[in-house]
């Protein structure tokens, strides 16, 4: 007759730090243990698929069909670490998706937070404030935000710390460059306390206007992502305000314009009837298009092939029971949702 193990906690206990996302915990406790998110919990017990979901939204992100899995996951996992339940649930952002970046890009922090935690000893972690989208800059030590993890992945101790002070010097200059107001300083930190849940002072004037600019933004799909978020901040807009422009362009508009770069003699086309303007930008009369012609191909292409991307995910889902846990269409995921949106 076969031994019936009783299950124990994991070997290494890897906490959640204060104020540390999910994604980055995840990744700690992952890696400590040599093992995929799926895997984990499949050894745990939990149903593996929802190692493939964002769940870095936490309640927020499942659809009702899931609550009883997810729950069964929170619970699990802090028995498994030694934790309390809320201490896991802490590290959740309970916000729109379109508040978020998307997993891939959810690289960026301060590279003299992550300095000083390297010379404390202490593990390098993302918080949840900037994973958002409205988040460029340490709301500790006003430095802009650099993609250090990219950067220090797999790298060496002393490697680390070469990187880490370069992205110091290099975040430092451009604040020097694009320094920031004291009102979009004040909008910002009061945008992202209240995505986290932080207790605010109310709305003051010209806030909404930011709210509906920021929460949303896609200045991700850039590569100068903090750049341009710095140039908005500052006195110094127009290369935010161009790049705005750009993604507030329907695609036909887009085409149109492109078509009249590659031949200057041809008239440019008035788009100011109206484009399609995505959410989280404000909208804005735009009566010529004024780019360079690289910039303008190559946001185009990312747009479209994330738009093809989202399409072959949810033609996908439609294939199989994986679509009831974990819906790829945000339309329908928010449409899920059983509470209202905090935003």
């Not at 600019?213 to 127009?238: D, G, M, Q, V």
């Not at 990312?302 to 819906?327: H, Y």
Request: charged share 25%; net charge positive.
């Amino acid at each position: 007759m076969g031994v019936v193990h009783e299950p124990e906690p994991l070997a290494f206990r890897v906490r959640p730090r204060p104020n540390e996302a999910f994604d980055s915990w995840m990744d700690r406790l992952t890696a400590k243990h040599e093992v995929t998110r799926a895997e984990l919990f499949r050894h745990l017990g939990c149903d593996p698929r929802l190692g493939l979901c964002d769940l870095a939204r936490g309640w927020q992100g499942m659809a009702p069909a899931v609550y009883p899995a997810f729950h069964q996951l929170i619970e699990t996992l802090a028995w498994a670490v030694q934790a309390r339940t809320r201490t896991i649930e802490a590290t959740f952002v309970a916000v729109p998706e379109l508040a978020l970046l998307p997993p891939a890009l959810r690289v960026f922090g301060c590279p003299l937070c992550w300095r000083e935690a390297q010379q404390a000893g202490e593990p390098l972690i993302l918080t949840r404030d900037w994973i958002l989208r409205a988040s460029w800059m340490c709301q500790r030590h006003q430095l802009p935000l650099a993609p250090v993890q990219r950067l220090v992945d797999g790298r060496t101790p002393r490697a680390t710390a070469r990187i880490l002070e370069m992205q110091v010097d290099a975040m430092h200059a451009l604040r020097r460059r694009y320094p920031p107001t004291p009102v979009m300083l004040a909008f910002n930190r009061s945008v992202i306390g209240a995505m986290l849940g932080q207790a605010g002072a109310g709305l003051r004037r010209g806030e909404f206007g930011y709210r509906s600019r920021f929460t949303a933004n896609r200045y991700h799909l850039a590569r100068a992502r903090i750049a341009l978020l710095a140039a908005a901040h500052s006195e110094r807009t127009r290369s935010a305000d161009r790049f705005e422009d750009l993604v507030g362009l329907s695609a036909s508009a887009l085409l149109r314009s492109s078509a009249n770069l590659l031949n200057p003699k041809a008239r440019r086309p008035d788009v100011s009837s109206g484009p399609t303007v995505p959410e989280g930008l404000v909208t804005r009369r735009i009566n010529r298009w004024q780019a360079n012609l690289p910039d303008l191909i190559e946001a185009y292409v990312l747009v479209k092939r994330r738009a093809m991307t989202a399409r072959s995910s949810a033609s996908q889902d439609q294939n199989g029971d994986f679509a009831e846990i974990c819906p790829q269409n945000p339309v329908e995921r928010i449409r899920s949702l059983s509470a209202p949106s905090p935003i």
